[in-house]
């Protein structure tokens, strides 16, 4: 089966740094993703990680400990539109199925003025 | 990147009866997959269809309940039968395009999902 475990909402101010972790346990891992959705909106992509470390895309960062079992997404200098559903995905598989994710539950951060 | 539509955008349905959604794609795409998303709840693979075969259920979907059709790299559909209240969710089609076409690696796009209600 698959798990994925990160926390059900966060908040935070405006201009703070937030940590939204996610520990997993599935049958197969390739990678590590991140996705946010505003309310009735798609999810859409945010970063990824294959191997060990952090990645760096603007004010989000993401990191990866494939040991550990364990990422989070780091994101900084927040705002307002920040505030939606943060939900980290595992890719089980390599080649030609590498597109499918497992999702977690999803983590509602809501930024206060 | 990819643009992604889906038809009907939303719908109600008496239960017992079936609905078809459609999923297109503005370029061409090997792989696209249908998710479920029950109101405030995770994204739930349902199948993975690849053109020129036979679609892949994930566990606790099967077939006749959801049958899934790709007929070519565009376009797929996903149909919701013999519908219960439990069915009802949004439903989204995504794609996945890999290195390809300036996409970060392993970035998926959604469409913009349908909602389903069951009555």
């Known amino acids: 089966g698959q798990s994925l475990e990160q926390p059900s909402e966060v908040t935070a101010v405006e201009g703070a740094i937030v940590q939204i972790n996610c520990t997993y346990q599935?049958?197969?891992?390739?990678?590590l993703s991140w996705y946010q959705q505003h309310d009735g909106g798609a999810p859409t992509f945010l970063s990824y990680?294959?191997?060990?470390g952090l990645e760096e895309t603007g004010r989000f960062s993401s990191f990866l400990s494939r040991s550990d079992s364990y990422g989070y997404l780091l994101l900084q200098e927040l705002q307002m539109k920040d505030s939606a559903s943060y939900f980290c995905?595992?890719?089980?598989?390599?080649?030609?199925?590498?597109?499918?994710?497992?999702f977690g539950r999803g983590t509602q951060l809501t930024v206060w003025p | 990147s990819a643009v992604i539509s889906q038809k009907p955008s939303r719908d109600i349905c008496q239960r017992g009866t079936s609905l078809t959604i459609q999923c297109q794609v503005d370029?061409?795409?090997?792989?696209m997959f249908w998710y479920r998303q029950q109101p405030g709840q995770s994204l739930t693979l349902i199948a993975t269809?690849?053109?020129?075969?036979?679609?892949?259920?994930e566990s606790g979907f099967v077939i006749d309940k959801f049958p899934i059709s790709r007929p070519n790299l565009t376009f797929s559909t996903l149909t919701v039968s013999n519908m219960s209240p439990e069915d009802s969710s949004i439903y989204l089609c995504?794609?996945?395009?890999?290195?390809?076409?300036?996409?970060?690696?392993?970035?998926?796009?959604f469409g913009p999902g349908t909602r389903l209600t069951v009555l």
């Open positions: 995504s794609v996945y395009q890999g290195s390809a076409a300036g996409a970060s690696y392993n970035e998926q796009f």
């Open positions: 599935t049958s197969g891992f390739y990678g």
């Open positions: 990680n294959a191997l060990d």
């Open positions: 995905a595992v890719s089980p598989d390599r080649g030609s199925t590498l597109g499918r994710l497992y």
């Open positions: 370029s061409q795409v090997t792989m």
């Open positions: 269809a690849n053109q020129g075969s036979e679609a892949t259920y």
